[in-house]
Every structure is written in structure tokens, then in C-alpha cells.
């Protein structure tokens, strides 16, 4: 998994002034070295660059650093790449058939040759988790996997193209300067830690969609979508159902256990991270070798551990009945309340951007510890979305809630700025036009109506926007010390598949991801397997919570404070001496009054930094 970025205008030539752009090209990669700090390399050609920073999981040999360059007759390619393509063996069989060499064993080398080959259409030969750009001489093409996996944004200013793995890679261009304009604000206290499909929050900022490619060329820019979701009746029973997604769980997994360096796997003791794990642990256990483990808790949550609707109990336990059922060789990491705090900033600095909190903050740390053990881990995101493992597809409020149904009641958002700022921003409004946007792009079956086309749209809103929100909280995190994060549930052909299975076989007679938990019957121990959902752990020490109000106490005491030019001082003030009620969201499952603490001061370093 690396960083790429790079650039391309048609209206200059860039070999003119070749040291400087070159140099450009290093500042420009090593704004995200935290991303593969293995390699790196530049390539430069009369109207494009391309930078690159690698982290070696597969071909590890020096043959495979990028920008990876290949000649066919009188055309050179150029490729910088991150990801994982997972399928490579029968993309080179069929490479090779057609008289390609390979000098490498990374995937970069069958990615570019398959370019080579098949042009653009060659993405829709790729399983895995990818965002690339191939400069051809006349054009170049940006591409993004079909789940969002991994991130790629870009901004396009006066003819110039500018992209990369994160948008610290752009700002290093000195023609780009971050802009805080007043949508920007609109997204930060409506929208955010979600975005918007294609919407990179700053002015003028974009991502290339999941499923789709960009090209760029003296033509202009234009965006492509070569995947997308398409439904139609589901034909099998419920046993050939359950039979088939244990097949594609266990294809998946398996399939990303590829790497030349050692894979381990998150294990929180939750039902999704379990059966990755079992699987992943018999994989290894048949080429005799033991899954390396990990789980994450904070110091002193046996003792202020609070239950509630949304985390009913701890993980654990739950985890100490895998270690008795499953051979592995098993990693406990806490965080103290103070790195928790501090790691706020760093979690902003990673995303560029406020974001979810200290659910980032925690998994920013968790992942640096992992990363000195492991280079590769797989998790097990994505499977509350396709299996309708959330609230939101069971409780009547967020079914028949007009919005996004992660984020029903945004008033405490809109209750904290100042009165002609929240006017001025019509955040309600604004959250409204988004969501039904999204719900018109909803590919319904033919005749569906009710509780059935309503249960359709909240499949889609949690895959179009959640989902991909997770992703890139995953991405983020992992990378910023360097650890790539597979993610199997995400396989497109899981996502396709479950796309058209019926939700009452998804969750039959109301049972949270029972199609789920009946295709994996005698891989899990059965405490395990029917255990209630639990989200992503979370601190209920109150020490925590002293530091938030602590350090946003001062922010608002601070009359130079970026932050009080926005918020009303006394509903910030309130909403400090507020208690904390950690059973009512105000974003997703995890993000009560004490998260809403810590995104404010996310916001007031945010502004700050960029501002």
C-alpha cells in the first residue's frame, strides 16, 4: 500500500524547468511518506508528473519501486499505484497468453500491463482495493476501486490537475491553497465526519467517485463509472443463500491473505472481526503458522464501562473465548485517557480535515501499535452495512426518519453556532437537498413498494455514505503509521450479492445479520456467533471527559480563538456542564455529547491549521 499524487497541464511543458518539478514531485510525495516509507520515486514528462511513495507488501524487490514505467512500439506508460489487486494470478495467466513478460512480482506491473492491453476497461478486471493513475503521453487516467477502499482526491485550477492519496499531497503544490469558504463550514457542522460522494470538503476540492475513473486530456476532465449497484430478484433459497455467501466470505479472506510479508487480523471479539479471523487463522494454520492478533480497549473501562442501547457489553470477554477456541497469537493494547486526548490533533492531521472524534483518535494509536508488529491487517468493516447490522435498519424512529439515518437529530450541531452563522448556513436545508440527491440515485427492483423500497434506500445511504465514511476512516488511520488495512467484507462481488438478497432473509425473523450468522454455523463457537452486536469500543472514564472540557474551556476563553468566531459561547458552555448521555448519537452509534467536545476542538485545530 504507498501514497500517489502528481499533476498534468496541457498548457505548459514541465521538462522546461525539469530540477524544479522534480523537487515539486518530492514535496509533493513527501507529504504523505507516512503512507510507504520503503521507497519513492518521480516521474516527469512534458505535460504530466507523477510522485510516489511505497510500502512494500508484495514484489519486494527494487524492480517494483514506482513510477513504474513500461514501452509498447513508440508509447511509454507511466503508473504510480496503491492498493492490492487480489486476482493477479489469473490477470498475468491471461497477460502472458498474450505475450507480456513480467520483471517483477508486484501487482503494480500486471496492473499497468493490463492497462497496456485493455485501456481503461481493464479496471473491470480487478479484485481488490485500488486507486491509480496511468499517464499514456496524451492522457491521464485516474482510477478508484468499486467499494471506496482507497481514497483519491483532486482539484482542477486554471488547466492544472492536481491529485493525490490525500489533500496534503495537493496543498504541497504551491499553485494550491486549502479554502475555508462558508460551504465548507455548511459541511463541517452538517454533513461531517460523512461527505458527500466526489466531495473533498475544501473549495474546489473533489475525489474520484468508488466505481468510477477520471481523464484527463487537452480535451478537458471527465468522469467515468464502470461499476455500479444493479438489482433484480433474488432466485435462491435461503440455505443455497447462506451456502453461497460462506463461499464468497471464505473466497475473500482467504484470497487477501496474499503478501510477501506477515498478515494479522483485528479481533474486537464482535461477530464481523470473528470470522475473519477464524478464517484467516486456518489459512495460515494449514502452511503451520499462527495469525498474529490484536484488540483494542482504553485503561480502566472494566471500572467506568457504561451499557447502553447502542454498546451493550464489553468486548473482552468475547475476545478471551476466541483465544480458547483458536490458536493465535494474540496482542491486548489499551490507551490512556491522555494519549486519547492528544491524539485528536493527530487524527485531524491524518484526515486533513475534523472527523470522527476520538473513534479516530483511538484507532490512529491503535494502529501505530499494531503497525510494530505487522505491515498488513485485516478487519472486519463493512459488514454491518451489507448485513443490516445497524440500528437504523431495525428502529422504527430511523426507518421512517426523512434524513440520513445515522444522523437524525442534528439540532445540537446547528443549537452551538452562533444565530446569523446558522442562519446564514441553513444547515437543515442544506442536509435535506443532500439526502434526497442521494436517495434519487437508488437503483430499485421493478415494483417494489412500503417497509421493502424503504429498506432498499437505507441499504444504499449506509453504502454510498457510511460505508465509505468507515473506509476512509480505516485508510486514514492505518496508513498514517504505514499499515495497509484489507477490508474482505467489501469484495464488490459480497456487496453485489447481498445487494439483492432480501432483507428479511438478511435478517430473518429479526435477527441483527442472521443470514450472516447461519452461513458460518461450525466456524464459530456458537457463543461467538450469536453474540448481540457491539460497536467499535469506546472510553467511559471520566477522565476523558475532564481533558475535553478542560482544553475547550480554554478555546472558548480564547478571544483569538478560530472556533469562537462560529460557535455561541454560553450553548458551549451548556453543552460542557451538560451530562453526558452516551445512549443518544448525534452521529452514528458512538458519538454522544462527549465526541460532540472533542469534534469542536477537532474544528478549532482544524481552522487553525489550515485557516
Known amino acids: 500500500m504507498c501514497g500517489i499524487t502528481g499533476f498534468a497541464d496541457f498548457g505548459q511543458n514541465f521538462l522546461d524547468n525539469a530540477d524544479k518539478n522534480i523537487r515539486l514531485l518530492k514535496t509533493m510525495h513527501q507529504a504523505i511518506a507516512h503512507r510507504g516509507g520503503d521507497a519513492s520515486g518521480e516521474f516527469l514528462d512534458k505535460n504530466a508528473g507523477l510522485g510516489h511513495a511505497r510500502l512494500t507488501i508484495r514484489g519486494l524487490e527494487s524492480a517494483s519501486n514506482q513510477p513504474l514505467l513500461r514501452t509498447q512500439g513508440q508509447k511509454q506508460y507511466a503508473i504510480v499505484y496503491n492498493g492490492e489487486i487480489y486476482n493477479t494470478s489469473e490477470i498475468n495467466a491471461d497477460l502472458a497468453d498474450k505475450g507480456y513478460k513480467f520483471d517483477t512480482t508486484s501487482d503494480t506491473e500486471s496492473v499497468l500491463y493490463a492497462f497496456m492491453e485493455y485501456g481503461a476497461d481493464c479496471v473491470k478486471l480487478f479484485n481488490g482495493i485500488f486507486a491509480f493513475a496511468v499517464w499514456d503521453g496524451e492522457s491521464l487516467y485516474l482510477f478508484r476501486d468499486r467499494s471506496g477502499i482507497k481514497p483519491l482526491f483532486y482539484t482542477i485550477q486554471n488547466g492544472l490537475l492536481v491529485f493525490g492519496s490525500e489533500l496534503k499531497a495537493i496543498f504541497a503544490h504551491p499553485d494550491i491553497t486549502p479554502i475555508i469558504d462558508d460551504d465548507v463550514i455548511r459541511k463541517v457542522f452538517s454533513i461531517l465526519p460523512a461527505r458527500t460522494e466526489g466531495d473533498g470538503v475544501f473549495k474546489n476540492m473533489h475525489e474520484i467517485k468508488y466505481g468510477c475513473y477520471g481523464v484527463f486530456n487537452k480535451s478537458g476532465f471527465s468522469e467515468h463509472r464502470y461499476w455500479q449497484l444493479e438489482s433484480r430478484p433474488h432466485t435462491e433459497t435461503y440455505e443455497e443463500t447462506a451456502d453461497h455467501l460462506k463461499a464468497l466470505i471464505t473466497d475473500a479472506v482467504r484470497g487477501q491473505m496474499v503478501a510477501d510479508v506477515p498478515v494479522c487480523s483485528f479481533l474486537s471479539g464482535g461477530l464481523d472481526s470473528c470470522i475473519v479471523t477464524a478464517i484467516a487463522s486456518e489459512f495460515l494454520r494449514e502452511k503451520h503458522k499462527i495469525l498474529n492478533t490484536f484488540s483494542f480497549d482504553f485503561t480502566e473501562n472494566d471500572r467506568y464501562f457504561v451499557s447502553n442501547s447502542f454498546q451493550p457489553e464489553q468486548d473482552k470477554p468475547y475476545v478471551r473465548k476466541m483465544l480458547k477456541h483458536f490458536s493465535l497469537n494474540h496482542t491486548f493494547l489499551e490507551c490512556s485517557q491522555p494519549d486519547l486526548a492528544d491524539y485528536l490533533y493527530k487524527a485531524v492531521d491524518a484526515k486533513d480535515m475534523p472527523g470522527m472524534a476520538d473513534v479516530d483518535a483511538s484507532l490512529l494509536y491503535f494502529c501505530k501499535e499494531v503497525k510494530k508488529h ?35 437529530n442534528i439540532d445540537v450541531r446547528e443549537s452551538l453556532l452562533k444565530k446569523d452563522i446558522a442562519k446564514k448556513l441553513s444547515i437543515k436545508e442544506y442536509v435535506h437537498d443532500i439526502y434526497k440527491k442521494t436517495l434519487a440515485q437508488v437503483p430499485y427492483l421493478d415494483g417494489e413498494t412500503g417497509i421493502k423500497r424503504r429498506q432498499r434506500e437505507i441499504s444504499y445511504l449506509n453504502l454510498n455514505q457510511f460505508m465509505t465514511t468507515l473506509l476512509w476512516r480505516m485508510d486514514t488511520t492505518s496508513m498514517y503509521s504505514g499499515l495497509e488495512a484489507r477490508v474482505p467484507f467489501a469484495d464488490h462481488r459480497i456487496i453485489e450479492y447481498m445487494w439483492n438478497v432480501p432483507f428479511d432473509m438478511k435478517c430473518p425473523n429479526g435477527v441483527v445479520k442472521g443470514l450472516l450468522r447461519d452461513s458460518v454455523k461450525g466456524l464459530l463457537p456458537e457463543e461467538l456467533r450469536l453474540r448481540k452486536k457491539s460497536p467499535y469500543p469506546k472510553t467511559y472514564n471520566p477522565e476523558y471527559e475532564r481533558i475535553l472540557k478542560q482544553r475547550l474551556t480554554k478555546i472558548l476563553n480564547d478571544k483569538n480563538a478560530s472556533l469562537n468566531t462560529l460557535i455561541d459561547k454560553t450553548a458551549a458552555e451548556n453543552l460542557i456542564n451538560s451530562p453526558a448521555d452516551y445512549g443518544k448519537p448525534w452521529f452514528g452509534q458512538l458519538m454522544s455529547t462527549p465526541q460532540m467536545l472533542a469534534y469542536l476542538i477537532e474544528v478549532n485545530y482544524w481552522l487553525e491549521k489550515y485557516a
Open 374 to 408: 505487522n505491515k498488513v491487517t485485516l478487519t472486519g468493516e463493512c459488514a454491518d452495512e451489507i448485513f443490516g447490522g445497524y440500528p437504523w435498519f431495525h428502529r422504527e424512529e430511523f426507518i421512517n426518519a426523512d434524513t440520513f439515518p445515522w444522523s437524525v
